[in-house]
């Protein structure tokens, strides 16, 4: 729902500044003698596209050491993890029964460790 209403806005005002720059334009490349008429709002957003997936591939691009380091992070947490759990394991098989609580007339039943 929050999605809709951050995006409507910016659709609403895309769609008007489309329907108010109409009016053709020429763009020209350099090296080449070519020139695209195109009209004024359509040239506008696909240079805008184009610059905003550069830097969503710019961005992209510097996160890859960051992700690759959280992935590694990752994977010496859960080795860490089994190996705790492991000597925890094994704590509870050298300790043993737990004796009983003096003053108390409840048996207590003998279950082997873990």
């Known amino acids: ?5 951050l995006l409507a806005p910016l659709l609403i005002l ?3 500044f489309g ?3 109409r009016q053709e334009v020429y763009l020209y490349l350099w090296p080449f003698d070519l020139a695209w ?3 004024l709002s359509v040239a506008i957003l696909i240079f805008g596209a184009f610059f905003f997936l550069l830097g969503a591939g ?5 996160g890859l050491v960051h992700r ?3 992935r590694k992070a990752e994977d010496a947490a859960r080795v860490l993890s089994a190996e705790l759990a ?6 509870a098989k050298q300790i043993g ?18």
């Not at 729902?1 to 209403?5: G, V």
């Not at 492991?86 to 704590?91: G, V």
């Open 68 to 70: 690759g380091r959280a």
């Open 58 to 62: 710019v961005t992209w691009a510097a």
């Open 86 to 91: 492991e000597y925890r394991a094994a704590a």
């Open 14 to 16: 895309l769609i008007l």
């Open 37 to 39: 008429a195109a009209p």
């Open 1 to 5: 729902m929050l999605r809709w209403i």
């Open 97 to 114: 029964p737990v004796p009983q609580p003096a003053g108390t007339n409840l048996a207590r039943l003998q279950r082997p460790a873990a």
């Open 19 to 21: 329907l108010s720059n």
